[in-house]
């Protein structure tokens, strides 16, 4: 009988036990701490506002630098991490990667507590180094998922692992929020210390992987007289010229290219956007957080599920559409409100009207981000699934790269609330591209 998670008779991948998977998913309950307290609600806000503060520019200059440290990182994954990959598969040390990545996450990221008003040049520094060794390890922990279980079972696996980060998320944020308060200056002596925070709870929520996770795969030995770094590079340059065997997954990730483009843009900026744009206030922040978590929460479980019943390209397309709707109301909900008070005689303000677009764009991050992980999982060969999700992190990060720059230098010219248009269009040619992707053929080019 084959092992959990080993290729069987039948050429099928068994499914892995329980306590394993849930080893897996922990990794994305962990590092949801630093998505959300350094990249999403608290350090960006407070490298903008307070770190670099308000220059007579609106806070422009604090935006176009914190999008350039954030696309300076991401670009830093997309020169490693194929190879990274093709090292991994060949030597089976995807553990071994993970828990660099993971260490070097850890210790950077409760450094920025020795941030201040004015170190610029430090608070850049270490999120690139932080945000790096982060995003690559996203690869890492994404290429053990097709050893996890058959075709069947992997939109319901991803689907958990990002229901179960969200639920992460939203216990780290809230325990700050609630301990540290809000990124302001007046705050600054308290929350400077969701550095150090962000970083315990990663490292100590993230063990369960390392205690439960197996590692996939049997290590070949090295090629006599080669580098590891000169068989990563041969090895990624072999697939790059067979990619055209695997048309669907090249299309696929030209796709997931534009849509985690603007995915990266409004992690990084909504709240930013919520501070600037909308105005809310400091109930409003916490109610929008809340919502996003749990929402987000709900689309990936629900649209995990239905993923595997109705095809993992389908909802990967339906949820495209929602993003669209979700980003033009995000656009126009300063004018929404007045229109909607107008006609219906009420009184709402702004915040409130985003709070019910937050609900929207929460279904919609959740459900797009487990489609893109199941579906690569689905095109990838058992013997090279680190390398191939290699080209899925380099897609995700170059996609980061090139959103947040654009969405950086746009907004310094036309302002932040024209700028969040530029997702809409992203998302749009995301959907286009991915019309001619063939799920069924993308599976038996991966067999």
Same mark, same amino acid.
Request: aromatic share 12%; net charge positive.
């Given at each position: 009988?084959?092992?959990?998670?080993?290729?069987?008779?039948?050429?099928?991948?068994?499914?892995?036990?329980?306590?394993?998977?849930?080893?897996?998913?922990?990794?994305?309950?962990?590092?949801?701490?630093?998505?959300?307290?350094?990249?999403?609600?608290?350090?960006?806000?407070?490298?903008?506002?307070?770190?670099?503060?308000?220059?007579?520019?609106?806070?422009?200059?604090?935006?176009?630098?914190?999008?350039?440290?954030?696309?300076?990182?991401?670009?830093?994954?997309?020169?490693?991490?194929?190879?990274?990959?093709?090292?991994?598969?060949?030597?089976?040390?995807?553990?071994?990667?993970?828990?660099?990545?993971?260490?070097?996450?850890?210790?950077?990221?409760?450094?920025?507590?020795?941030?201040?008003?004015?170190?610029?040049?430090?608070?850049?520094?270490?999120?690139?180094?932080?945000?790096?060794?982060?995003?690559?390890?996203?690869?890492?922990?994404?290429?053990?998922?097709?050893?996890?279980?058959?075709?069947?079972?992997?939109?319901?696996?991803?689907?958990?692992?990002?229901?179960?980060?969200?639920?992460?998320?939203?216990?780290?944020?809230?325990?700050?929020?609630?301990?540290?308060?809000?990124?302001?200056?007046?705050?600054?002596?308290?929350?400077?210390?969701?550095?150090?925070?962000?970083?315990?709870?990663?490292?100590?929520?993230?063990?369960?992987?390392?205690?439960?996770?197996?590692?996939?795969?049997?290590?070949?030995?090295?090629?006599?007289?080669?580098?590891?770094?000169?068989?990563?590079?041969?090895?990624?340059?072999?697939?790059?010229?067979?990619?055209?065997?695997?048309?669907?997954?090249?299309?696929?990730?030209?796709?997931?290219?534009?849509?985690?483009?603007?995915?990266?843009?409004?992690?990084?900026?909504?709240?930013?956007?919520?501070?600037?744009?909308?105005?809310?206030?400091?109930?409003?922040?916490?109610?929008?957080?809340?919502?996003?978590? $749990?929402? #987000? /929460?709900? =689309?990936?479980?629900?649209?995990?599920? !239905?993923?595997?019943? +109705?095809? @993992?390209? &389908?909802?990967?397309?339906?949820?495209?559409?929602?993003?669209?709707?979700?980003?033009?109301?995000?656009?126009?909900?300063?004018?929404?409100?007045?229109?909607?008070?107008?006609?219906?005689?009420?009184?709402?303000?702004?915040?409130?009207?985003?709070?019910?677009?937050?609900?929207?764009?929460?279904?919609?991050?959740?459900?797009?981000?487990?489609?893109?992980?199941?579906?690569?999982?689905?095109?990838?060969?058992?013997?090279?699934?680190?390398?191939?999700?290699?080209?899925?992190?380099?897609?995700?990060?170059?996609?980061?790269?090139?959103?947040?720059?654009?969405?950086?230098? $746009?907004? #310094? /010219?036309? =302002?932040?609330?024209?700028?969040?248009? !530029?997702?809409?269009? +992203?998302? @749009?040619? &995301?959907?286009?591209?991915?019309?001619?992707?063939?799920?069924?053929?993308?599976?038996?080019?991966?067999?």
């Amino acid at each position: 009988m084959a092992q959990p998670g080993a290729i069987s008779g039948r050429g099928r991948v068994t499914r892995r036990p329980r306590r394993e998977i849930l080893g897996w998913a922990m990794f994305d309950f962990a590092n949801q701490a630093y998505t959300l307290l350094i990249i999403t609600v608290v350090f960006g806000d407070l490298f903008t506002t307070v770190i670099v503060g308000d220059r007579g520019d609106g806070y422009r200059l604090g935006n176009l630098l914190w999008s350039l440290a954030l696309a300076g990182s991401y670009f830093l994954v997309v020169l490693a991490g194929p190879v990274c990959g093709a090292v991994m598969d060949y030597t089976a040390s995807k553990k071994r990667f993970l828990f660099a990545s993971y260490l070097v996450t850890v210790i950077a990221t409760a450094l920025l507590v020795l941030v201040t008003p004015g170190d610029i040049a430090l608070g850049l520094t270490l999120i690139v180094i932080s945000c790096f060794a982060y995003s690559i390890g996203e690869n890492f922990i994404a290429s053990f998922l097709p050893s996890l279980g058959p075709p069947e079972d992997l939109g319901k696996i991803s689907g958990f692992g990002w229901a179960l980060g969200y639920i992460g998320g939203l216990l780290a944020a809230a325990f700050t929020l609630a301990f540290l308060g809000n990124a302001t200056a007046e705050n600054f002596e308290r929350i400077r210390w969701v550095g150090p925070f962000a970083a315990g709870f990663f490292l100590f929520a993230a063990l369960p992987t390392f205690l439960w996770l197996r590692e996939p795969g049997t290590a070949r030995p090295r090629p006599v007289g080669q580098s590891y770094l000169k068989l990563g590079l041969q090895r990624t340059a072999a697939t790059l010229r067979d990619i055209t065997r695997f048309k669907d997954l090249a299309i696929f990730l030209l796709s997931v290219l534009f849509s985690m483009a603007a995915i990266y843009i409004i992690i990084s900026f909504t709240f930013i956007y919520g501070a600037q744009v909308i105005g809310w206030d400091e109930k409003t922040r916490n109610l929008m957080f809340i919502v996003v978590q $749990l929402t #987000a /929460a709900a =689309g990936a479980l629900g649209f995990g599920f !239905l993923q595997d019943r +109705l095809g @993992i390209k &389908a909802m990967y397309q339906v949820t495209l559409m929602l993003w669209v709707v979700a980003i033009v109301a995000i656009w126009a909900t300063p004018g929404l409100t007045v229109w909607l008070n107008r006609v219906s005689g009420l009184a709402w303000e702004a915040q409130h009207f985003f709070l019910v677009v937050g609900c929207l764009a929460g279904i919609s991050l959740g459900a797009t981000q487990s489609a893109s992980r199941a579906l690569v999982g689905l095109f990838s060969p058992a013997d090279k699934s680190a390398e191939f999700f290699g080209f899925w992190g380099l897609a995700n990060k170059l996609a980061g790269m090139l959103g947040i720059a654009a969405l950086g230098v $746009l907004q #310094a /010219a036309v =302002g932040l609330q024209e700028s969040i248009l !530029l997702c809409a269009f +992203l998302f @749009i040619v &995301a959907f286009t591209i991915c019309l001619p992707v063939n799920q069924a053929r993308g599976q038996a080019a991966a067999r």
